[in-house]
């Protein structure tokens, strides 16, 4: 029996699933989403602030030749240069990254990681020397078997061409979970949590994270690559949570 055949029956034996809603994906199907919930992610579209990415209301674009800024980023500029993120955490994304992060799904690193490409992709150019995945802490890591930030910039190195430099930002130590912590808290949860290595000296680093939040741990994740040397920094996430209300 050819390999196609022995897909084909195993598919309708044992079809595959959809990691979000269980609806049977189509036979020889890849990616661990089904296209209803691929097309219901809610993409971020432009005007985005220039800075933080966050989206930005029609009514705040900025004049010509000047730069959009949303008023965070104009009265209190964060560590980072700039910041990205493909989608909103909300819906069809959210479980995704949810199957993705605690229940293990590692397939879903690729279609995230296309995401990332569809929306972010000009960032993924020649003017950034390495990719590097927001740490966790090797307790952590052990327990969940793998690093989701990791895997994401994984896949988008090797779309890309770029080099994907997991030794140069590490854990410290562990933190609180962030999720019920205010965005105070969880500045100082995560301060001095990082060290960087001397290679990211003078190199233009792209932090890779599955989910934007306040930014604080991409924020300080920044302090620590800026303090070693690094001569500019980006984020690019996979999903941003549009309304903080912590």
């Not at 150019?125 to 793998?146: I, K, N, S, Y």
Request: aromatic share 6%; net charge positive; hydrophobic share 45%.
């Amino acid at each position: 029996m050819s390999l196609s055949w022995a897909t084909a029956a195993l598919d309708l034996l044992y079809p595959s699933l959809c990691a979000v809603c269980d609806a049977t994906l189509g036979a020889g199907r890849r990616d661990p989403l089904c296209v209803a919930c691929w097309r219901g992610i809610e993409r971020i579209d432009e005007p985005r602030c220039e800075t933080c990415g966050g989206p930005l209301p029609s009514f705040d674009r900025a004049p010509a030749g000047a730069s959009p800024r949303c008023p965070p980023c104009t009265n209190a500029p964060p560590p980072f240069d700039y910041a990205r993120a493909a989608g909103v955490y909300a819906g069809p994304l959210r479980d995704a990254l949810h199957a993705f992060k605690f229940d293990g799904t590692r397939a879903l690193a690729r279609p995230l990681g296309d995401l990332v490409i569809e929306r972010c992709g000009g960032l993924l150019g020649p003017h950034v020397d390495a990719l590097v995945g927001v740490p966790l802490t090797r307790a952590r890591e052990r327990e969940r078997g793998f690093n989701q930030a990791a895997l994401l910039a994984a896949h988008l190195g090797a779309a890309s061409g770029l080099p994907h430099k997991p030794r140069w930002l590490a854990r410290r130590h562990g933190t609180r979970p962030q999720t019920e912590l205010t965005a105070e808290e969880r500045r100082a949860n995560v301060a001095g949590a990082f060290r960087a290595s001397r290679r990211v000296a003078g190199a233009h680093v792209l932090l890779v994270d599955d989910i934007f939040t306040t930014g604080a741990t991409a924020g300080e994740c920044a302090r620590t690559l800026r303090a070693a040397g690094a001569r500019a920094i980006g984020v690019v996430a996979v999903a941003r949570v549009l309304a903080v209300t912590l």
